[in-house]
């Protein structure tokens, strides 16, 4: 049954413009920033974009980068990350060569709030003129970030869809005033499904979806310097990359992952909670659905997890609460958005006592929609 608006909800002007797409929020102290993809108005660049939400209303837009060369993916956007001492990191994806999956993650660093930006190069430390990206920013001591990402080095030939044979590795490095080299994290994960990352207790954890040997593609959790866990078995075999990765939130007490999978054509939103006692069973939000979740932690460990969700009548951006002893709340439909690649992957940030949702418009000349919802109203 379809509920439509049954909750609380504001909708929200921002300055993203007509066309803008691949949304993405970051929550530091009170603040969200947002970042997003725009066109330019001569028809030839694009640019990476950002801007503030606080005391309900968003800032103008600061443009990172502006450029001929930027590699636009409907399901990989920038990703932002604020450091303890203010600094604003940011990475976007840029093509490297002639070749269609040709493309480096560049790297800018903002130390006045976004008014100007600093170019640091690429984030790959490796030179191959192949994929690289889906990147995972959290704080790294006192004026840095770590950064996760899916590196395709290894990848050659013409395998993956003409993306290149071999593997895809997690790799993971620091940034600061420079990019510093960079670790192998796993070897083997799948090509290009979102990854996510969390500073939970000082400690960043990582969450992605593997690739085992037999094309077993579930979702796995590590940290630096250990053995990866998968956070559920499904046993989803899959001989190609669904591009539909996991979300991790904390609020340093609880960790909840969650995640689409499909095993033997059942589609599911899931949903884990982590703590000391390990990763818990897991609890099934939706089988009607195209997955692309996100999640947030509330303070008393409920969790709040977004997706897309099919209907008879089209797809909406859902959300719904769910606590550690399974329960979960009536899914609301938030808005309708498009069947297709087009719709990107919608997210979420706690702000306040409300939730701020982001995502790519039907409608393309309508850009980005944002919209808040009071987080007792559901």
């Known amino acids: 049954m379809l509920t439509l608006l049954a909750i609380t909800t504001l909708s929200l002007s921002n300055p993203s413009g007509p066309d803008a797409l691949a949304?993405?929020?970051?929550?530091?102290?009170k603040e969200v920033w947002m970042t997003w993809i725009a066109p330019h108005e001569d028809g030839i660049t694009n640019e990476v974009m950002c801007s503030t939400f606080s005391d309900g209303a968003w800032s103008p837009a600061s443009t990172v980068v502006k450029a001929g060369h930027l590699f636009v993916n409907w399901a990989d956007f920038p990703e932002l990350c604020?450091?303890?001492?203010?600094?604003?990191y940011v990475t976007w994806l840029q093509k490297s060569g002639p070749g269609t999956y040709a493309y480096d993650i560049g790297v800018a660093r903002s130390t006045d709030d976004g008014k100007t930006?600093?170019?640091?190069?690429t984030l790959?430390?490796?030179?191959?003129?192949?994929?690289?990206?889906?990147?995972?920013?959290?704080?790294?001591?006192?004026r840095g970030v770590r950064a996760f990402w899916l590196d395709g080095r290894a990848m050659t030939g013409d395998g993956h869809s003409g993306h290149g044979g071999g593997d895809m590795q997690l790799r993971s490095a620091v940034i600061d005033?420079?990019?510093?080299?960079?670790e192998l994290i796993d070897e083997r994960v799948c090509e290009c499904c979102s990854t996510d990352a969390v500073l939970h207790g000082g400690v960043p954890l990582v969450v992605y979806r593997d690739r085992g040997a037999s094309e077993i593609r579930d979702i796995a959790i590590t940290m630096?310097?250990?053995?990866?866990?998968?956070?559920?078995?499904?046993?989803?075999?899959?001989?190609?990359?669904?591009?539909?990765?996991?979300a991790i939130a904390t609020n340093n007490k609880d960790v909840i992952v969650g995640w689409f999978t499909a095993p033997e054509m059942k589609s599911a939103v899931k949903a884990s909670f982590v703590n000391a006692d390990g990763i818990q069973q897991p609890i099934q939000l939706s089988t009607n659905t195209i997955g692309r979740v996100d999640v947030e932690m509330l303070e008393d460990s409920t969790g709040i997890a977004c997706w897309l969700e099919t209907c008879e009548d089209g797809v909406y951006v859902a959300i719904a609460k769910v606590r550690k002893d399974g329960a979960v709340s009536q899914v609301q439909h938030i808005e309708k958005v498009a069947s297709s690649r087009q719709a990107g992957f919608p997210h979420i940030a706690v702000v306040?006592?409300?939730?701020?949702?982001?995502w790519t418009a039907v409608d393309t000349a309508n850009g980005i929609q944002t919209k808040v919802i009071d987080l007792d109203s559901f």
């Open 23 to 29: 949304p993405n929020l970051s929550v530091h102290g």
């Open 82 to 88: 604020v450091a303890k001492d203010g600094s604003v």
């Open 117 to 121: 930006w600093s170019h640091l190069g």
């Open 124 to 142: 790959n430390d490796d030179r191959v003129l192949g994929e690289h990206g889906f990147v995972s920013l959290v704080q790294e001591g006192e």
């Open 177 to 182: 005033s420079v990019v510093h080299p960079s």
């Open 224 to 246: 630096i310097g250990k053995k990866e866990k998968l956070v559920n078995p499904d046993g989803w075999n899959i001989n190609g990359c669904p591009v539909n990765g996991p």
């Open 352 to 358: 306040g006592d409300q939730l701020l949702i982001a």
